[in-house]
C-alpha cells in the first residue's frame, strides 16, 4: 500500500519532468553527500550535454543511508543509489531484487569511488590528551557517537574501535571488552549522526566525537578551526559508501544509460576531484596523490578483510543479540 | 427491524453511515491491519521473544510511565490555564490563548531540539539545574519535560469550551444555598468539567505515547535507561526486521487500546454518575 502511493507519487514527479523533454535521473544518497552532490550533478549535466547534446536533470534525495535504502525497497524510483555501506544496497537486491546480487562487482574498487574513514575530533586544544581509540575507554573522558543499530554510519566507528581493540588486546573476547568499556563513556547514543554532531557541538556534551573524516572537515570548515581539531588514530576502518545502478528502475524509465554514465563519471578525474574538494578520500592513485597532504595518514583495514564483509559484521555485532545489545545487557 | 426503517428528521443516514466505514476504513483500519499481517509473518513464540525482551520492557515501562506522568500533570494545569482564560480579564490574555496552541503546531523535532538546548547542561535552564544534581537532558525526566510540553493544548483545548458553557448563576445559586468556595468548586463545578479533563487526559496521553520526533533529541538513548519504544521500532527498521518493528507497533497498539477503552469507560461512568445527581 505505501509502497504504491510512494510509487505513483514519485511517477507524477517525474513525469511532471518528463513533460519538459529532459530525461531526469534520481540520485538517492545519504546526509553528508549533498554538497558533494550539489557540485557533482551540475558537472555531470554539462558533460553530458556537451557530450551527447541531451539534457539530464539530476535530483536529489538524501537522509540516513537505511532509511534511503528503506524507501527504495518501498518503491522510490530510484535510478542511482550511492548510500553509506554496502550493507544497505545488499537490502536492496535482496529484499525487492531490483539489481543483482554481485552488484558491487559491476564498478571499480567494490562499487566505491571515493572512501573515507573514521577519525577522533576534539575541542581546541585537546584538552583531554586523546591521541588513539585507547585514550576513549579512560575513567572521565566522554565519548559521542550514534547508536550503530539506528545509524548505519555509526556502525563503521563500532568496527573501527573492535578491530583497534583486536588488534592491540590480541582477540575478539578482549575487543568486545574494550568497546564495552568505550561505550561506558558514551553519555548520549543520538540515533543518527547529525544529531550527534549537534550534541557535540551545540551543547557541548563530550570530550571526543567519532566521526567520519569527511564530516570531520566539514565540520571544521562550517564552525571554524578554532573550536575543534582531528586526531587521526594509529588505524582506522577504510569506510566505503558505494553506489549502484538500480536496474529495473532505469530499465523502467529508460535512463540506464544515463545512469551509467552518471556513476561512471564518479570515476572520472572531474569526479574524483570534486569528490576530494568535499573531503572524501579518491580512488584514483594520480587525484589522491594530488590531494594527500589534504588528509591524515592513517593504516587503514577493509572490512572485507577483518570482519569477512557486511554481512559478517552485521550478524555478529548489530543484529538483535549481536555484541551491540550485549554491552547493554546486565 | 421496524425502528431500523424508521426515517429518521435528518435524511440521509444510510449515505453518511456508509461514508463514516469507508473513510474509518481507509484511513485507520487498512493501515493498522498491515501492522497485523506483517506480524503474522512471525510465529507464536517469536512474537513473544521480540516483544518481552527486557530492553523492550524497560521502553515499555518509560513510555507509557512518561506519558502517563505527563498527561497526568498536563491535567491539572491544563485545567488552571482554561479556568485563567475563561474566567478572567487582563491584558495580553488573547496572546496567552494563541500560545497554548504552539505546541501543537510547532514540529516536534523543533521543540525537541529547543527542549534540549534549554535543558542540556550549558542551556539557560540546565545551567541552573545541574549544580544541584538535578540532570534533566539525556535522562528519563527529559522525555517527561518533553512529553507535557507537547500534551498541554489537548487538556486546556477540550476544557476552555465546556468552562465557557458554565453558567455563572450556577455558581451564585450554589453561594446562596449555603455553599462555600471549595464546595461549589468541587460538588458544582469539577463534576460539569470532569469528563472535559478526562477527554483532555486521555488525549493528552494518547499523544505521548505516539511522540517520537520532540522525544528523541533529549531523551539520551540509552539503552535500558532512556529508550522509548518508537525508538525501538525505529531501530528494527534500520536493521530491515520489519516483522520485529511491527510486533512492537502491534504490543503498543493493543496496551494504547485498553488504556484509552477504560478511559472512555471512565469518562462515560462520570457522565452518567453527574446527569443522575443533577
Known amino acids: ?82 548510500l553509506g555501506l554496502a550493507k544497505d544496497i545488499d537490502e536492496i537486491a535482496e529484499k525487492a531484487s531490483l539489481l543483482p546480487a554481485d552488484w558491487q562487482k559491476r564498478l571499480p574498487h567494490n562499487s566505491t569511488p571515493y572512501t573515507s574513514t573514521i577519525v577522533l575530533l576534539v575541542r581546541k586544544g585537546n584538552p583531554k590528551n586523546i591521541k588513539d581509540w585507547d585514550d576513549l575507554v579512560k575513567p572521565g573522558v566522554a565519548v559521542i557517537t550514534p547508536n550503530p543499530k539506528t545509524s548505519g554510519g555509526a556502525r563503521w566507528n563500532y568496527l573501527a574501535a573492535w578491530e583497534y581493540g583486536k588488534r592491540t588486546y590480541g582477540d575478539d573476547a578482549k575487543a568486545k571488552e574494550f568497546v564495552a568499556k568505550l561505550y561506558r563513556n558514551v553519555p548520549v547514543l543520538d540515533s543518527g549522526a547529525r544529531g550527534s554532531t549537534t550534541t557535540f557541538v551545540e551543547r557541548g556534551i563530550g570530550d571526543v566525537f567519532i566521526s567520519w573524516e569527511n564530516e570531520a572537515f566539514l565540520a571544521i570548515r562550517e564552525l571554524g578551526p578554532d573550536k575543534f581539531e582531528i586526531v587521526a588514530p594509529s588505524i582506522s576502518i577504510l569506510a566505503e559508501p558505494s553506489v549502484a545502478v538500480v536496474d529495473k528502475v532505469a530499465d523502467k524509465k529508460g535512463t540506464r544509460t544515463i545512469a551509467e554514465a552518471y556513476l561512471r563519471y564518479l570515476y572520472s578525474d572531474t569526479g574524483q576531484e570534486i569528490a576530494a574538494k568535499n573531503f572524501y578520500r579518491p580512488t584514483n592513485a594520480a587525484i589522491a596523490a594530488k590531494y594527500a597532504s589534504q588528509f591524515p595518514r592513517i593504516k587503514l583495514f577493509r572490512i572485507d578483510d577483518a570482519f569477512g564483509g557486511w554481512k559478517n559484521a552485521h550478524k555478529l555485532h548489530f543484529a538483535d543479540g549481536g555484541t551491540f545489545d550485549q554491552i547493554y545487557q546486565k | 427491524m421496524g425502528t431500523f426503517r424508521q426515517h429518521s428528521v435528518l435524511p440521509g443516514f444510510n449515505l453518511a453511515l456508509g461514508f463514516t466505514l469507508l473513510y474509518l476504513s481507509l484511513m485507520v483500519l487498512i493501515p493498522i491491519s498491515a501492522a497485523f499481517v506483517r506480524t503474522a509473518e512471525l510465529t507464536l513464540p517469536e512474537f513473544w521473544n521480540v516483544v518481552m525482551t527486557p530492553r523492550v520492557l524497560a521502553s515499555y515501562r518509560l513510555t507509557f510511565g512518561a506519558s502517563f506522568a505527563a498527561a497526568l500533570v498536563n491535567a491539572i494545569f491544563g485545567l488552571l490555564v482554561a479556568w485563567v482564560l475563561v474566567r478572567y480579564h487582563f491584558p495580553g490574555k488573547k496572546l496567552i490563548d494563541a500560545l497554548v496552541d504552539l505546541p501543537f503546531a510547532l514540529p516536534t523535532a523543533v521543540a525537541g531540539i529547543a527542549l534540549t538546548a534549554l535543558y542540556a547542561g550549558n542551556g539557560w535552564i540546565g545551567q541552573y539545574l545541574e549544580p544541584l544534581g538535578l540532570k534533566v537532558a539525556f535522562t528519563p525526566a527529559g522525555v517527561f519535560v518533553a512529553l507535557t510540553f507537547i500534551g498541554l493544548p489537548f487538556v486546556v483545548r477540550t476544557v476552555q469550551p465546556v468552562l465557557e458553557d458554565l453558567e455563572p448563576e450556577l455558581e451564585e445559586a450554589a453561594a446562596t444555598l449555603g455553599a462555600n468556595r471549595l464546595q461549589t468548586f468541587l460538588r458544582v463545578i469539577f463534576p460539569a468539567i470532569f469528563p472535559a479533563v478526562i477527554t483532555g487526559f486521555a488525549l493528552a496521553f494518547a499523544r505521548a505515547i505516539g511522540e517520537y520526533g520532540s522525544v528523541i533529541f533529549i531523551a539520551g538513548n540509552m539503552p535500558m535507561i532512556s529508550e522509548i519504544t518508537p525508538l525501538l521500532i525505529i531501530t528494527k527498521l534500520e536493521q530491515y526486521d520489519y516483522a520485529g518493528a511491527t510486533a512492537l507497533a502491534v504490543v503498543m497498539l493493543v496496551i494504547s487500546f485498553v488504556l484509552l477503552l477504560i478511559i472512555n469507560l471512565l469518562q462515560w461512568w462520570s457522565r452518567s454518575r453527574s446527569s443522575s445527581s443533577v
Open chain 1, 1 to 82: 500500500m505505501k509502497a504504491w502511493i510512494t510509487t505513483s507519487l514519485t511517477a507524477i514527479l517525474l513525469w511532471g519532468g518528463n513533460a519538459w523533454g529532459d530525461k531526469t535521473l534520481l540520485n538517492v544518497s545519504y546526509d553528508p553527500t549533498r554538497e558533494l552532490y550539489q557540485q557533482f550533478n551540475s558537472a555531470f549535466t554539462k558533460h553530458w550535454e556537451s557530450k551527447t547534446g541531451e539534457k539530464v536533470a539530476v535530483k536529489q534525495s538524501h537522509g540516513g543511508s537505511g532509511k534511503q535504502a528503506r524507501s527504495v525497497i518501498d518503491g522510490l524510483d530510484a535510478d542511482v543509489v550511492t
